[in-house]
């Protein structure tokens, strides 16, 4: 019974590249979440996905950022032309239901991104 | 308005002492408070959660706190042991956000033995 799994856990990269974090909900899940934390920080919320729909993305910056829930396979958190200040830890959770009546988030291990 | 304001940010007490940490809100819309538990390199997990018709919420050595007139609450962990050792956010969502948790900054225990 696997939890939420996030690769990969550890990415550096360098300015301008690009940045793709994958996570898989825990079975029977159906909602993404990811959240970001920034060092000695709380989480952010940044997009709400169900498959195939984003829900809420009030939280993802304008640009560069993009996320994706397929009908088939991972999540994917994708950021474009990285600039240091990317540099955190992404959290994925997932829920079964919408998550708002229980809150009730399964957060994976997250995965650390470096930009040098 | 969308805040959760969490203190203090670090905390250090001895083995079988009582640890407490504190949150407040502003958003009179939230009405569910979870707190999560963080250990170094992981992912955060669900430890407890209360909403506002009660007062209070006890689990094992854990409890929260719920002050609603003066939209407050706080997590107490009762005989602190060396194992609580890790970072612990509060958090807040409201009836109208689907998992939009709002979480506090965050407060790093350290349990000493």
């Known amino acids: 019974n696997a939890g939420v799994m996030q690769n990969p856990r550890h990415l550096v990269r360098r300015r301008g590249q690009e940045a793709r974090l994958r996570c898989s909900p825990m079975?029977?899940?159906?909602?993404v979440y990811w959240y970001r934390q920034l060092p000695e920080e709380g989480l952010k919320f940044m997009v709400y996905l169900q498959k195939e729909n984003i829900i809420d993305e009030s939280g993802m910056p304008k640009e560069r950022f993009s996320a994706e829930f397929p009908k088939e396979g991972p999540s994917i958190l994708r950021i474009q032309q990285v600039v240091r200040g990317d540099s955190a830890a992404y959290f994925c959770a997932s829920s079964r239901t919408s998550g708002g009546n229980t809150g009730e988030l399964f957060f994976g291990e997250g995965s650390r991104l470096t930009v040098l | 308005q969308q805040q959760v304001k969490q203190s203090p940010q670090s905390l250090i007490v001895q083995k079988g002492g009582i640890s407490i940490i504190n949150c407040a809100y502003e958003n009179t819309a939230f009405d569910y408070f979870p707190w999560y538990q963080q250990f170094p390199g992981k992912g955060p997990a669900l430890l407890i959660a209360?909403?506002?018709?009660?007062s209070e919420k006890k689990e094992g050595r854990f409890t929260i706190s719920f002050n609603k007139s003066a939209k407050q609450f706080s997590l107490h962990i009762m005989d602190s042991q060396p194992g609580d050792s890790a970072t612990y956010f509060c958090?807040?969502?409201?009836?109208?956000?689907?998992?939009?948790?709002?979480f506090g900054q965050g407060t790093t225990l350290q349990v000493k033995p």
């Open positions: 958090a807040a969502l409201g009836s109208s956000n689907t998992g939009k948790l709002i």
């Open positions: 209360i909403r506002p018709d009660v």
């Open positions: 079975k029977g899940h159906s909602h």
